[in-house]
């Protein structure tokens, strides 16, 4: 596929590992009211937990998952090690660094801060960073949303030179000072780590304290979020992790980042269970009020302030997602449902995806529609994207499409292969975690596909 048309698939990452951990479900107290819940949704835990054996038998993953009904824990599941050196095995409470999902907790003291009259959502940032390209234009709102234009960070070469290193704040500050605009400010969203950094030294500054502490004072201790705080350099007598990349068939330590690079961005340490009920605590407006999670929740493009939107069998949640260092994490909460996900690794090889859209798969109970191998040859090719839609210089864009006895597959190379879920009246999705569904609507007499993927549609045509 020469233009990834959206996928957001280079970072479509997770699978399996090493030894079983723990799994448990809510102490003895309430054990009853979560048998209910657990009855009323169907959730099929033997399905869930073969699911996760095969991919420990893999090893290549390793890693934990929690699902929460209505803040109450309704499955919780570890594989792998905390550090393969001494074969110390994770368990249910193993916490790991949650990367872009502190984005979260960051925004959430952001909102803190403006209901305390602290500060405004459409002030500009002029005050606090002089130095800061279009500082006269970019709001506290343009931070959060990813909307400022600021160049990121961390995808500066250099940023491979110092993150194992301490950098105090205001060398991030001076360097992010340097770059030019990505764009203008509000025009458009590009992700940016920079957006997070610039936030978390504003909130440091209105409080006159460290975001370590203005984590434990505003949301760690008042709402008993007890494994996740700040992290520092990683401690495994306090059951944190080393994480790691598979490569040689082989499990290899990756260096450990510090976490002064990554501030609000990036540098939090949490648990599964604490992140369920960090987003139980938020949607229920424990935390911040309804205004505010309205605020945080328009999406301007695909970010909201802090937060995304997921879509996944229909159903809407929100959360985030993180990359770092070889930490992957996800957490999604479905309102409608009252539903929190959380999946965190310190190891992966593939497929993050499969795991947490089966698992969601399992709870609801989602029946899959059969389809003959017959049938699905009917679809099976490669589709180009229309001569007179590509631009010039441009090679056109694909989706091949394979199959197998049950499924279609769409394939990119040798490299990547995933299932689509038949919907029945030849109509296919491609369920992904990392960006938004992608609908195919096959005409097989015409030889085309139409896709959908949010705002984006197009044609393609089979050779």
Not at 64 to 88: P, R, V
């Amino acid at each position: 596929m020469k233009k990834q048309l959206l996928l957001s698939l280079s970072i479509i990452i997770m699978l399996s590992s090493c030894s079983w951990g723990e799994k448990t479900k809510q102490a003895k107290q309430g054990e009853e009211e979560v048998k209910q819940i657990i009855s009323k949704y169907s959730l099929d835990e033997p399905k869930l937990d073969s699911l996760l054996a095969v991919y420990s038998d893999n090893g290549k993953y390793m890693g934990g998952i929690a699902l929460a009904h209505d803040g109450k824990s309704i499955y919780t599941n570890s594989i792998g090690f905390n550090d393969i050196e001494t074969k110390e095995t994770s368990d249910i409470n193993t916490k790991y660094r949650i990367g872009s999902i502190s984005k979260t907790f960051t925004a959430v003291l952001v909102f803190k801060a403006i209901e305390e009259g602290k500060l405004k959502i459409e002030q500009t940032i002029e005050g606090y960073f002089p130095k800061v390209k279009n500082a006269s234009k970019i709001t506290i709102g343009n931070l959060l949303n990813h909307r400022s234009g600021i160049y990121n960070y961390t995808s500066d070469k250099a940023f491979r030179t110092y993150y194992t290193e301490y950098t105090p704040s205001e060398k991030l500050v001076d360097m992010i000072s340097t770059y030019e605009s990505d764009f203008e400010p509000n025009s458009r969203g590009a992700y940016s780590n920079s957006n997070y950094v610039l936030l978390s030294v504003i909130l440091e500054k209105v409080y006159n304290m460290s975001l370590k502490e203005l984590i434990q004072a505003k949301i760690s201790i008042p709402f008993g979020l007890k494994n996740t705080y700040y992290g520092g350099k990683t401690d495994l007598s306090n059951n944190e992790t080393n994480s790691y990349k598979y490569r040689g068939n082989k499990w290899v330590k990756e260096p450990e980042g510090d976490l002064s690079n990554a501030m609000g961005a990036g540098a939090i340490v949490s648990t599964t269970s604490d992140l369920n009920k960090f987003m139980h605590l938020l949607f229920s407006e424990k935390i911040i009020s309804k205004k505010s999670i309205d605020m945080m929740t328009v999406i301007s493009g695909t970010h909201g302030m802090g937060i995304f939107r997921f879509s996944i069998s229909g159903r809407e949640g929100f959360g985030h997602r993180g990359d770092l260092s070889g930490f992957k994490s996800v957490v999604i909460y479905f309102p409608k449902d009252k539903l929190s996900i959380s999946l965190l690794s310190n190891g992966t090889d593939n497929n993050q995806n499969e795991i947490m859209t089966t698992a969601l798969g399992y709870y609801f109970n989602d029946e899959l529609i059969e389809i003959s191998e017959a049938d699905l040859k009917k679809y099976v090719g490669v589709y180009l994207e229309p001569k007179e839609k590509v631009k010039e210089g441009e090679e056109p864009g694909d989706f091949t499409f394979i199959s197998d006895e049950k499924f279609l597959i769409l394939a990119i190379g040798d490299e990547f292969k995933e299932n689509l879920v038949y919907k029945g009246g030849n109509y296919f999705v491609f369920e992904q975690i990392y960006a938004e569904a992608i609908h195919y609507r096959f005409f097989p007499e015409l030889n085309k596909v139409e896709y959908t993927q949010g705002n984006s549609k197009g044609v393609f045509f089979r050779e």
